[in-house]
């Protein structure tokens, strides 16, 4: 008994130093990909915005209050998978107390906002913010329990897709830049 309730704490603090030190986690929701976000740790919970204009897209994971959802944190120094735990999804109400209490610890992380002095409003407006909290269960994956095999997925589609046929007269020029 003993060792569960060991490694229960192990796991907590695990997740919770993992994920504060992790600029992004993979999420999955109910549905679609397991999809990049970016977040803050704040008071027990991943906290992350989305959806709406210029943020993280969320419509497709079906992160919808009160459904669960596997987050996948990467090292901070090698940058492979280090844990992986289950999440309830709690929607706070926006303006609400939690909710403006995340989005104060969200606001100093948001890098090159459009309208940084008025997005609170537009968060409130146009956004979802969600708190990912651990639901107390044992890390699905942690360091001496992963999986063997690869968790490598196809990119998702994209308009900014890489690949595409060399120029036909690339060859040559790079031919030329070598004699000179």
Known sequence: MTETVSQALQDRALIEEATKKSG???VRGTAGPSRALWHV???GAACLVGGGTGEQPLADLGLADGATATVTVRSKDKGGRLVAWQARVVEPAPRSEAWLAAVEELKGKRLNAPDAERITERWADE???????PTGQEAQQRPGTMPDVSHAAPPLASAAITRRPIPAA?????RRGRKG
């Not at 956004?127 to 909290?133: G, P, T, Y």
């Not at 690339?170 to 790079?174: E, G």
């Open 127 to 133: 956004c979802r913010v969600l708190r990912l909290e």
């Open 170 to 174: 690339l060859p040559k020029l790079l």
């Open 24 to 26: 992004l986690i993979w």
């Open 41 to 43: 740790w704040h008071d």
